[in-house]
């Protein structure tokens, strides 16, 4: 049994989400794997992903992991991170492809015209550091206000149920980049890319006994 399995689907950059992980989780045992025995046996699970969702969907599909991903939602301390987050849900606009349903709401796109305040045409991707603006979880301790972490997504959650969220970002309008419920948290930043703060937020994980 690992304390930790990273779920491996064949979507995203998983060497740094391990490398980050195993950073905060001294003298605990970390796999990246695709075997659903693991992820099932696992203490926590890390529910990483990048790429498009219809492709993220059908790799998980296809290596079988989708129960285990389900169970491990349920029933462990559970963190998704950006299409990880997305999976999540129950349907994506991105290739109007059904997600997990584990939660329910929607994925939805950027406004391709957004303007900042200045009048300046917004891009889609949403790329680069951003400010979180969080509640009160114990994942964000010590975790300050509108710490920033990074994003790259096209693409962003609507919950149907607002007591789901807990965090906001703006762009240029606040939209969802924290959820949360019981056993589950997941984000739409990636913080293994986000240096102190990213790197605060998985050792919360790591030690969260929801």
């Not at 740094?16 to 990246?32: K, N």
């Not at 929607?106 to 891009?123: P, T």
């Not at 964000?140 to 969220?165: C, K, M, N, T």
Request: net charge negative.
């Amino acid at each position: 049994m690992v304390d930790i399995a990273i779920v491996d689907y064949g979507m995203g950059n998983l060497r740094s989400v391990e490398q980050a992980v195993r950073h905060v989780a001294e003298g605990l045992s970390v796999s990246v794997t695709d075997d659903a025995d693991v992820i099932g046996k696992a203490v926590r699970v890390v529910f990483p992903g990048q790429g498009a969702m219809p492709d993220c969907m059908r790799e998980l599909d296809a290596r079988g992991l989708r129960v285990a991903v389900l169970r491990a939602a349920k029933e462990k301390p559970f963190l998704g991170i950006c299409i990880g987050l997305q999976m999540l849900f129950e349907k994506s606009a991105e290739g109007n492809v059904e997600g997990l349903g584990v939660l329910k709401g929607e994925v939805l796109r950027f406004d391709g015209s957004m303007k900042d305040a200045h009048g300046n045409r917004l891009k889609v991707p949403h790329m680069g550091w951003n400010e979180v603006h969080h509640l009160d979880h114990p994942l964000w301790e010590g975790i300050g206000q509108d710490a920033r972490f990074y994003y790259v997504h096209s693409y962003y959650v609507s919950p149907e149920d607002r007591s789901l969220v807990q965090a906001t970002s703006e762009y240029p309008h606040p939209f969802v980049c924290a959820v949360a419920r019981d056993n589950l948290f997941a984000v739409q930043f990636h913080p293994e890319k986000s240096q102190a703060a990213g790197l605060k937020l998985l050792h919360n994980f790591v030690h969260w006994n929801p």
